[in-house]
């Protein structure tokens, strides 16, 4: 499926994205609880440099599945993305098992968001029936993405805009504070703090396993980058701004990640028993909130609070995009009810968006269960889908360049390509599978297996699998050989 700019009249996705709301919601993407709040949890389990170490790692894999989906993002740019290179360059039930699983995931994590915005608004209105609030911003990013999708990136703009300069305003107020410019640091400066990288057991603490737990949560942290591939159907020049966008993701998470868990090392112990929390109902455990307090800023508690409520309403607002981009997408190839592919006056495909919304209302289930029990249940619901996403990515940009190999296509045609091939890919794709499995490995490592536990982490590979497979028994698909792979891109 290609699809070309159209207009109002033609009942078409309007390509009204232009390149500074690409460049947001990359950076929206990938900014948000995991960075603000559970950074701190990475630190107390790996140590500064565990912590560090991780995050290098794993954005360097985020990197490669990047350049990756963006080569193929401005070759062939569609809202259904991954989903049909899936099926283009791989397998159709493969596709469309992508797609599924895609839709399921961002439609389950809106509902996730919502009952973390419950968490955050208690924090100044405990008294407030939480589902008042859920049921307001559901409202709120509802009417945000059926307005346009110019609405949405113009909301996702200034959310990742608040998140980009609150992270600027911590890294320049932690470094004064490195350097004992601003009291607040180890009296003795720089020296002082070095210190926090030898306390103990540091800076690698808890050794490879503590490693690989770490490396789980940073993956997580970093899930919404691949944002851009969506967006990429609705962008006005994709073949410039994809690019444009992706090029800047490696230098983004050196400074958003890398610097900010650098800095928190270097001020906050690993032991210090705040960082053992993770804890969106209680603000004042974030590494942020402890670093602002340290420099002696008055408020931060609540500043950090509206913070991490702009990071939730960002992704919930990106997720409800996201997903009804891509049921849109599944029913415009016939791997979804037709009535998904409907498209208002303003381009905007209503009835996803509808069906999106309904999934999303899982959150009301906090008015029977605790708004913590069910954050949790949703969280690990959603939680696998984003890895297989990005092995489908990987799997589907390394076919799509043997294609290219085999039927003689000059890669350098390409308006952008990815860095690394084959190396890149291959490695994203091992990096990702290994934190895929071992997600909750100690779970087999216990006396008695919990099999509770297993199944709420790897609920999203079997039924992935099933989807696929199922599609293929029903439909006779095959894997797509590279001789006949349809590598053609938009006209």
Not at 27 to 36: H, R
Not at 56 to 68: C, E, K
Not at 444 to 473: H, N
Request: proline fraction near 4%.
């Amino acid at each position: 499926m290609s699809e070309t700019p159209t207009t109002p009249k033609n009942g078409g996705l309007h390509r009204s994205l232009k390149a500074r709301h690409m460049s947001m919601i990359a950076i929206g993407g990938s900014i948000g609880t995991g960075l603000f709040v559970a950074s701190g949890a990475t630190i107390s389990q790996a140590g500064p440099g565990g912590a560090l170490l991780a995050y290098v790692i794993v954005g360097l894999m985020v990197y490669f599945l990047m350049t990756s989906l963006g080569e193929m993002a401005s070759h062939l740019p569609v809202s259904g993305s991954f989903a049909t290179y899936g099926a283009k360059y791989v397998d159709e039930g493969f596709g469309f098992a992508l797609g599924w699983n895609y839709w399921y995931n961002w439609a389950v994590t809106i509902a996730v968001d919502l009952v973390a915005a419950q968490l955050v608004m208690a924090y100044w209105f405990p008294e407030i029936n939480g589902l008042l609030w859920s049921a307001l911003f559901l409202a709120l990013m509802f009417g945000l993405n059926a307005l346009s999708a110019k609405g949405f990136g113009e909301s996702e703009f200034w959310f990742a805009a608040i998140k980009v300069t609150t992270v600027l305003v911590f890294i320049g107020i932690g470094l004064l504070m490195v350097f004992g410019i601003i009291t607040g640091g180890a009296p003795e400066g720089l020296w002082g703090n070095l210190a926090h990288f030898t306390t103990g057991d540091a800076p690698f603490a808890g050794g490879f396993a503590a490693l690989i737990g770490v490396a789980m949560i940073v993956g997580f942290s970093f899930q919404g980058t691949e944002l851009i591939g969506i967006a990429a159907g609705e962008s006005e020049d994709p073949a410039r701004n994809v690019p444009r966008a992706v090029r800047k993701v490696f230098w983004r998470i050196l400074l958003f990640y890398v610097f900010a868990i650098l800095i928190i090392g270097l001020l906050v112990p690993y032991t210090d028993p705040k960082l053992l929390r993770n804890d969106l109902g209680d603000i004042s455990v974030s590494p942020f909130t402890l670093v602002f307090e340290r420099a002696g800023l008055l408020g931060a508690a609540a500043v950090m609070n509206a913070v991490v409520l702009t990071s939730v309403l960002s992704a919930g607002n990106s997720g409800m995009y996201a997903s009804t981009r891509m049921l849109y997408a599944l029913a415009q190839q016939g791997m979804a009810p037709k009535l998904f592919a409907r498209v208002n006056a303003r381009g905007v495909p209503v009835m996803a968006l509808i069906a999106t919304t309904v999934v999303a209302a899982l959150c009301f289930f906090t008015n029977v269960f605790s708004p913590e029990s069910v954050y949790i249940w949703l969280l690990n619901l959603s939680g696998m889908c984003g890895f297989i996403a990005w092995l489908g990515i990987a799997i589907s940009h390394y076919r799509f360049r043997r294609a290219c190999v085999v039927q003689g296509f000059d890669t350098h045609r390409l308006p952008y390509r990815a860095a690394a091939f084959p190396i890149g890919p291959v490695f994203a794709f091992t990096l990702c599978l290994v934190i895929t499995l071992g997600q909750n490995y100690e779970a087999f490592l216990a006396d008695t297996i919990d099999w509770s536990g297993v199944i709420a982490t790897y609920i999203g590979i079997p039924l992935f699998l099933a989807i696929w497979w199922g599609y293929k028994l029903i439909k006779g698909s095959r894997m797509v050989s590279l001789a006949q792979m349809d590598i053609s891109g938009a006209r």
